[in-house]
C-alpha cells in the first residue's frame, strides 16, 4: 500500500489550495481515505474523509463549508479542495487509509508523507 500526497504550499488568508492523495497497492474503491493534519506542538487531528464505494463523506467541525473531499477511482486519487483557508489550517496535511470504514477516527492502517500548508495571515 502506498499513498503520495501533494499539492501543499503557501497561501494568504482566504486562498485555496487542493491536496491530492494518490494510492495504489490496493481496492481503491473499497478502502476510505481520509486527510489529516498536525500542526507543530498539537495532536494529529482528522480533517475528512471517504468512501467511494458508498460516497459517504464525514468533515471535521473546524471544516464544514470550507473543504471539500472527492474521489477520482480512475486515477486513484481522493482530492481536497480547500477554500477560505485561514492561519489556524497551517499544518502538515497527511492522507490515510483503510479498510474498514473509520471515519475521523485516527486508527487508520496506512498514512502517506506529509505535505505542508502554511496560510498566512
Known amino acids: 500500500v502506498q499513498l503520495q500526497a501533494s499539492g501543499g504550499g503557501l497561501v494568504q488568508a482566504g486562498g485555496s489550495l487542493r491536496l491530492s492523495c494518490v494510492a495504489s497497492g490496493f481496492a481503491f474503491d473499497d478502502y476510505t481515505i481520509g486527510w489529516f493534519r498536525q500542526a507543530p506542538g498539537k495532536e494529529r487531528e482528522a480533517v475528512s474523509c471517504?468512501?467511494?464505494?458508498?460516497?459517504?463523506?464525514y468533515y471535521a467541525d473546524s471544516v464544514k463549508g470550507r473543504f471539500t473531499i472527492s474521489s477520482d477511482s480512475a486515477k486513484n486519487t481522493v482530492y481536497l479542495q480547500m477554500n477560505s483557508l485561514k492561519p489556524e489550517d497551517t499544518a502538515v496535511y497527511y492522507c490515510?487509509?483503510?479498510?474498514?470504514?473509520?471515519?475521523?477516527?485516527?486508527?487508520?492502517?496506512?498514512w502517506g508523507q506529509g505535505t505542508q500548508v502554511t496560510v498566512s495571515s
Open positions: 471517504i468512501t467511494s464505494s458508498s460516497g459517504s463523506t
Open positions: 490515510a487509509a483503510d479498510s474498514t470504514p473509520l471515519g475521523l477516527s485516527p486508527l487508520y492502517d496506512y
